[in-house]
């Protein structure tokens, strides 16, 4: 039985986001006025906060399945340093193929300064809405990797959302190991979203 707390921190974060869809929606003209606050409601009571993401490879093991398994991916209105945190799972856009899509840990966000163990490179910082993600198989070369190692920092505005669940298979699946803030945000989400079942059912292998 979902607690009232958990119930409230669902329906508020429901509630951000439809707002934030329909306002979107609204300043690009796809809706007017009067359509608004019906928007609200629609993606309030039909939307859902999360979506299936097939993933297969080794750069993330063992946290991910290298044959291949089901995520649940939580969608981020604005990914910003204030929702995703160092150290969450996060699903990005590929910057060398926009089309495809990277599975990687976020590793640092703007501000932070990063050092290189060639003493050939220079220290920088990252800039404003830049982040640095590393695979998590570090038995890899650094082209297998294939993170900010090889393609230098990302824009936060190429991920689209946060792993906060992984079918590995039918009797091997749990939640993704994040930042705690991130697992105390998501919490309310699994309670709502998860649905193993689902995740089985529509997985590949």
């Known amino acids: 039985m979902v607690g009232l707390t958990t119930w409230l921190r669902y329906a508020t974060m429901k509630l951000e986001h439809s707002l934030y869809l329909s306002w979107k929606n609204y300043h690009i003209g796809e809706i007017n006025g009067k359509q608004f606050n019906n928007s609200v409601w629609k993606n ?10 097939w993933h297969s490879g080794e750069e993330m093991e063992p946290t991910l ?8 991916v939580r969608k981020m209105i604005t990914p910003v340093p204030t929702q995703v945190f160092v150290g969450d799972v996060v699903l990005m856009k590929d910057p060398e193929k926009p089309d495809d899509r990277l599975v990687r840990r976020l590793a640092a966000v703007e501000g932070y300064e990063m050092t290189s163990k060639d003493e050939n490179d220079e220290p920088f910082i990252l800039e404003k809405d830049q982040c640095w993600v590393l695979a998590d198989n570090d038995s890899l070369k650094l082209k297998e990797a294939r993170d900010s190692r090889l393609f230098g ?14 079918m590995k298979s039918a009797v091997d699946h749990g939640p993704v190991h994040n930042s705690p803030l991130a697992v105390k945000q998501d919490l309310s989400i699994l309670a709502f979203e998860l649905d193993v079942d689902e995740m089985s059912k529509n997985s590949k292998t």
């Open 65 to 72: 399945p290298q044959q291949g398994g089901n995520l649940l």
């Open 153 to 166: 920092p990302v824009h936060m505005s190429d991920i689209l959302g946060r792993v906060i669940y992984a």
């Open 44 to 53: 309030f009571f039909q939307g859902r906060l999360t979506f299936l993401h």
